[in-house]
């Protein structure tokens, strides 16, 4: 009787250490964080950067520099990224990112887009990206550059004549309607107090 005992617990020692035993040899590929979508994902001094790429212009000489970024600090932080093309090109970008999450490169999002020029990339290749900011260490990845074949990235590709300081911003477009609105309002409330 103690023999069946002892080989009945000998047989479930075997199957679940047969059944779990794979992570003891090989990692867990759920536990590697990694980027869900087409872009990478960097943490630096407080920011996470999501979801950055490169989006070819029109003009295929110039790139929208799209991500969201989520700014945990408490304070508006400064955020450098440079760009090492083939022959040692370089071009930077530098972002102010204020404090919660903000999506940068939407033309019609109230954070202009920053364009980037790095002469002969193409979509479908990566380039060198290094990310700095006050404080921390460089931080350095490969960026995806895609263009408008994919239609979620098509309101993403800039027209060849695009002009960030000629474009107002969505948000100060909003401010100025809200605060016109609001003055005709005061008015037409004082005349109408006026009235009774």
Do not use: W
């Not at 003009?59 to 093309?85: L, M, Y």
Request: glycine share 10%; with cysteine.
């Amino acid at each position: 009787m103690k023999i069946r005992i002892a080989s009945s617990i000998a047989l479930a020692a075997a199957i679940a250490l047969g059944a779990s035993g794979c992570s003891l040899v090989a990692s867990q590929a759920t536990l590697e964080p990694y980027a869900p979508s087409d872009g990478i994902d960097v943490s630096i001094s407080g920011v996470d950067v999501r979801n950055l790429m490169l989006i070819a212009g029109e003009s295929g000489e110039s790139f929208n520099v799209v991500f969201g970024a989520v700014n945990r600090t408490g304070e508006p932080q400064d955020v450098a990224i440079s760009f090492t093309g083939e022959g040692s090109q370089q071009a930077r970008a530098e972002f102010t990112v204020p404090v919660g999450s903000t999506l940068f490169g939407d033309p019609e999002g109230e954070e202009a887009p920053v364009l980037v020029e790095i002469p002969d990339l193409i979509p479908g290749a990566t380039v060198d990206a290094n990310f700095q900011a006050v404080g921390a260490a460089e931080v350095q990845r490969d960026v995806p550059v895609l263009d408008g074949t994919l239609e979620e990235y098509r309101s993403y590709v800039l027209p060849a004549d695009f002009n960030a300081a000629e474009e107002p911003a969505a948000g100060e477009e909003l401010a100025a309607e809200d605060a016109e609105a609001s003055q005709s309002h005061v008015g037409e409330s004082e005349t109408a107090e006026d009235a009774h």
